[in-house]
Antibody
Framework: QVQLQESGPGLVKPSETLSLTCTVS????????WSWIRQPPEKGLEYVGY???????NYNPSLESRVTISVDTTKNLFSLELRSLTAADTAMYYC????????????????WGEGTTVIVSS | QSALTQPASVSGSPGQSITISCTGT?????????VSWFQQHPGKAPKIIIY???NRPSGISDRFSGSKSGNTASLTISGLQAVDEADYYC??????????FGTGTRVTVL
């Protein structure tokens, strides 16, 4: 059973860069797409972006200028970098796996990490 | 891309059925059958309960069902139980190959 675990600093200063890592265990990172999703306190889910194990990426247009998602297949992990942070970036950050379910032609978010809290404050 | 529109809250008594709507546009919900629904209990990660509008992943109760008409998808919970009290989010594939989530609906079991 594949499991995902987010890691990174819980507190980051405004204008700085956030770096988070999602470690995949119980399965290979190869063959799948991997995603970051965030959730501000008491608010809804927001898609951040995804990366294919081969390196191709896709980002939320509203975050695209500040986001980079990368993958390290040798370490079985992928990472999120978010630049020029403001208080609005304070959120729970989840990593998740995209997979095709049943006979679906589109990938869906089927496995999620437990999330990591990030607070942007001086 | 704007969030899909869901009612903020829906409530029902045990045993009743409730329906949550998810309204998007012709660029997302209306264009594809790639709508999924997630259940999120407090302090927990979301869990997929419906994919491709109406399909249930293995292990998900058949009390959950989904449908779509035009730009609006719907999730119905039948035989409402206390364990169903949670937040529910829809999610759609979009015409720019991204995903967009709904605003979320809090379900309360009276």
């Amino acid at each position: 059973q594949v499991q995902l675990q987010e890691s990174g600093p819980g507190l980051v200063k405004p204008s700085e860069t956030l770096s988070l890592t999602c470690t995949v265990s119980g399965g290979s990172i190869r063959g799948y797409f991997w995603s970051w999703i965030r959730q501000p306190p008491e608010k809804g889910l927001e898609y951040v972006g995804y990366i294919h194990y081969g390196g191709s990426t896709n980002y939320n247009p509203s975050l695209e200028s500040r986001v980079t998602i990368s993958v390290d297949t040798t370490k079985n992990l992928f990472s999120l970098e978010l630049r020029s942070l403001t208080a609005a970036d304070t959120a729970m950050y989840y990593c998740a796996r995209f997979d095709k379910l049943g006979s679906s032609s589109v990938h869906h978010l089927d496995v999620w990490g437990e999330g990591t809290t990030v607070i942007v404050s001086s | 891309q704007s969030a899909l529109t869901q009612p903020a809250s829906v409530s029902g008594s045990p045993g009743q059925s409730i329906t949550i709507s998810c309204t998007g546009t012709s660029s997302d919900v209306g264009a594809y059958r790639s709508v999924s629904w997630f259940q999120q209990h407090p302090g927990k990660a979301p869990k997929i309960i419906i994919y491709d509008v109406s399909n249930r992943p293995s292990g998900i109760s058949d009390r959950f069902s989904g449908s779509k008409s035009g730009n609006t998808a719907s999730l119905t919970i039948s035989g409402l139980q206390a364990v169903d009290e949670a937040d529910y989010y829809c999610c759609s594939y979009t015409n720019i190959n991204t995903r967009v989530f709904g605003t979320g609906t809090r379900v309360t079991v009276l």
